[in-house]
């Protein structure tokens, strides 16, 4: 097996290991990212990656819906008029959003699987 430490601005961030099941990250308990730091596509860095998250969300990585982040939002203690206002933020940049996939450095596959 395979193992290192990753370090952020010489700060330990977490343990990275390979084994028969893939790679494998563990964050140091002492340090911190933004709570939804993982949710980031990684269709946006891996080519060809036929999932849409890197995490499970609401026990999902593909097909996820607005009932999910519902979900994940009720698990965040939110309440129902800050779920629905991060859907109205989500809604008001929705044109921002698809001007920077298209504008962007990404391969034109890549644009189309974000964009649909």
């Known amino acids: 097996m395979k193992?290192?430490?990753i370090f952020k601005k010489d700060k330990l961030a977490g343990l990275l290991w390979e084994d028969e099941n893939g790679y494998s990250f563990k964050y140091d308990?002492?340090?911190c990212l933004s709570p939804a730091y993982d949710l980031v596509s990684t269709h946006l860095v891996i080519k060809n990656e036929p999932e849409q998250m890197s995490l499970n969300l609401n026990g999902r990585k593909n097909k996820i819906?607005?009932?999910d982040?519902?979900?994940l939002g009720s698990n965040l203690q939110l309440t129902e008029k800050q779920i629905s206002n991060c859907y109205e933020l989500f809604i008001e940049k929705f044109d921002?959003?698809?001007w920077w996939i298209t504008n962007f450095f990404l391969p034109e596959i890549q644009k189309k699987r974000l964009v649909n």
């Open 29 to 31: 308990e002492d340090f």
């Open 96 to 98: 921002t959003m698809n």
């Open 3 to 5: 193992q290192g430490f």
């Open 69 to 71: 982040f519902a979900i």
């Open 65 to 67: 819906t607005k009932t």
